[in-house]
Protein backbone atom coordinates (compact mmCIF):
# COMPACT_ATOMS: atom_id res chain seq x y z
CA UNK A 1 0.00 0.00 0.00
CA UNK A 2 1.56 3.17 -1.04
CA UNK A 3 0.40 7.02 -1.76
CA UNK A 4 -2.45 7.17 -3.83
CA UNK A 5 -3.55 3.79 -3.50
CA UNK A 6 -6.93 2.88 -2.24
CA UNK A 7 -7.82 0.93 0.84
CA UNK A 8 -10.30 -2.21 0.89
CA UNK A 9 -12.94 -1.56 3.97
CA UNK A 10 -12.33 -4.06 7.36
CA UNK A 11 -13.70 -4.61 10.13
CA UNK A 12 -12.00 -5.48 13.45
CA UNK A 13 -12.23 -6.01 16.48
CA UNK A 14 -10.90 -3.21 19.26
CA UNK A 15 -9.08 -3.37 22.63
CA UNK A 16 -12.75 -3.01 24.17
CA UNK A 17 -14.33 -5.68 22.48
CA UNK A 18 -16.21 -3.52 20.33
CA UNK A 19 -16.51 -4.23 15.77
CA UNK A 20 -15.50 -1.36 14.13
CA UNK A 21 -15.45 -1.11 9.72
CA UNK A 22 -12.67 1.41 8.13
CA UNK A 23 -15.39 3.55 7.32
CA UNK A 24 -16.41 4.38 10.76
CA UNK A 25 -12.98 5.11 11.77
CA UNK A 26 -13.15 7.32 8.97
CA UNK A 27 -16.41 9.77 9.87
CA UNK A 28 -14.81 12.14 11.53
CA UNK A 29 -11.62 12.63 9.14
CA UNK A 30 -8.44 11.57 8.38
CA UNK A 31 -7.32 8.35 10.14
CA UNK A 32 -3.43 7.46 11.01
CA UNK A 33 -3.03 3.28 11.10
CA UNK A 34 0.15 2.08 12.81
CA UNK A 35 1.42 -1.43 12.69
CA UNK A 36 2.97 -2.18 15.06
CA UNK A 37 4.04 -6.24 15.58
CA UNK A 38 3.89 -6.78 18.82
CA UNK A 39 2.32 -5.38 22.09
CA UNK A 40 4.54 -5.19 25.15
CA UNK A 41 7.92 -4.79 23.06
CA UNK A 42 10.27 -1.80 24.03
CA UNK A 43 10.14 -0.68 20.14
CA UNK A 44 5.98 -1.06 19.71
CA UNK A 45 5.40 0.61 23.64
CA UNK A 46 7.60 3.47 22.42
CA UNK A 47 6.30 3.92 19.22
CA UNK A 48 2.61 3.61 20.66
CA UNK A 49 3.09 5.94 23.97
CA UNK A 50 4.60 8.66 20.88
CA UNK A 51 1.46 8.25 18.95
CA UNK A 52 -0.69 8.82 22.52
CA UNK A 53 1.89 11.75 23.73
CA UNK A 54 1.14 14.05 20.38
CA UNK A 55 -3.03 13.20 20.95
CA UNK A 56 -3.59 17.30 21.28
CA UNK A 57 -1.81 17.88 17.87
CA UNK A 58 -3.39 14.50 15.96
CA UNK A 59 -6.84 16.51 17.47
CA UNK A 60 -6.06 20.10 16.12
CA UNK A 61 -5.86 18.34 12.53
CA UNK A 62 -8.83 16.39 13.23
CA UNK A 63 -7.26 13.06 12.49
CA UNK A 64 -7.82 9.76 14.18
CA UNK A 65 -5.27 7.32 14.97
CA UNK A 66 -5.37 3.41 15.75
CA UNK A 67 -2.91 1.22 16.43
CA UNK A 68 -2.78 -2.20 14.38
CA UNK A 69 -1.29 -5.80 15.76
CA UNK A 70 -1.85 -9.57 15.56
CA UNK A 71 -1.95 -9.55 19.25
CA UNK A 72 -5.64 -10.81 20.71
CA UNK A 73 -7.95 -8.41 21.99
CA UNK A 74 -7.42 -8.98 25.64
CA UNK A 75 -3.40 -8.33 24.75
CA UNK A 76 -4.60 -5.18 23.18
CA UNK A 77 -6.85 -4.35 26.33
CA UNK A 78 -4.01 -4.33 28.91
CA UNK A 79 -1.37 -2.96 26.25
CA UNK A 80 -4.05 0.14 26.24
CA UNK A 81 -4.70 0.15 30.05
CA UNK A 82 -1.23 -0.35 30.88
CA UNK A 83 -0.39 2.96 28.72
CA UNK A 84 -3.29 4.78 29.11
CA UNK A 85 -3.87 5.05 25.56
CA UNK A 86 -6.39 7.50 24.25
CA UNK A 87 -7.05 5.70 21.00
CA UNK A 88 -8.43 1.98 20.39
CA UNK A 89 -6.28 -0.68 19.33
CA UNK A 90 -7.45 -3.20 16.73
CA UNK A 91 -7.38 -6.97 17.13
CA UNK A 92 -6.08 -8.60 13.91
CA UNK A 93 -4.84 -12.41 15.04
CA UNK A 94 -5.88 -13.61 11.66
CA UNK A 95 -3.73 -10.78 9.82
CA UNK A 96 -6.51 -9.97 7.40
CA UNK A 97 -6.07 -6.36 8.17
CA UNK A 98 -2.44 -6.44 8.00
CA UNK A 99 -3.04 -8.36 4.56
CA UNK A 100 -5.06 -5.43 3.29
CA UNK A 101 -1.79 -2.91 4.03
CA UNK A 102 0.79 -4.91 2.80
CA UNK A 103 2.62 -5.44 6.25
CA UNK A 104 1.84 -8.98 7.15
CA UNK A 105 5.01 -11.08 7.68
CA UNK A 106 5.66 -14.65 8.93
CA UNK A 107 7.68 -15.28 11.93
CA UNK A 108 8.11 -14.09 15.55
CA UNK A 109 7.05 -10.52 14.71
CA UNK A 110 3.72 -10.66 12.78
CA UNK A 111 3.69 -7.48 10.76
CA UNK A 112 5.67 -5.01 9.56
CA UNK A 113 6.28 -1.97 11.34
CA UNK A 114 4.06 0.68 9.00
CA UNK A 115 1.88 3.69 9.37
CA UNK A 116 -0.80 5.24 6.99
CA UNK A 117 -2.20 8.33 6.72
CA UNK A 118 -5.78 7.46 5.18
CA UNK A 119 -7.75 10.65 3.99
CA UNK A 120 -11.79 10.02 4.43
CA UNK A 121 -12.29 8.90 0.79
CA UNK A 122 -10.11 5.84 1.69
CA UNK A 123 -7.08 6.98 -0.41
CA UNK A 124 -3.40 6.38 1.24
CA UNK A 125 -1.60 10.19 1.51
CA UNK A 126 1.42 8.69 2.86
CA UNK A 127 3.22 5.02 3.56
CA UNK A 128 5.34 5.54 6.43
CA UNK A 129 8.02 2.72 6.91
CA UNK A 130 10.66 2.47 9.11
CA UNK A 131 11.51 -0.78 11.65
CA UNK A 132 13.97 1.03 13.83
CA UNK A 133 12.75 4.49 14.55
CA UNK A 134 10.02 4.13 16.73
CA UNK A 135 9.04 8.62 16.83
CA UNK A 136 9.29 8.79 12.82
CA UNK A 137 5.52 7.40 12.46
CA UNK A 138 3.67 9.89 14.68
CA UNK A 139 5.95 12.54 13.65
CA UNK A 140 5.89 12.20 9.58
CA UNK A 141 1.95 11.13 10.02
CA UNK A 142 1.21 14.23 11.73
CA UNK A 143 3.26 16.51 9.28
CA UNK A 144 1.43 15.13 6.11
CA UNK A 145 -1.53 16.72 7.95
CA UNK A 146 -0.60 19.91 9.22
CA UNK A 147 0.94 20.34 5.28
CA UNK A 148 -3.47 19.50 4.62
Known sequence: MDAGDIV???TAT?????????AELLEDGPLVVFFYPKAFTGGCTAE??????LA????AVGATRVGVSRDPVDVQRSFAEEHDFDYPLLADPDGTVSEIFGTKRMGP?????????VDTDRTVLKAI???????THADE???VLQRG
Open 141 to 143: ALA
Open 129 to 135: RSESDME
Open 56 to 59: AEFA
Open 8 to 10: DDF
Open 109 to 117: LWSRRHTFV
Open 14 to 22: TDRGETVTL
Open 48 to 53: ACHFRD
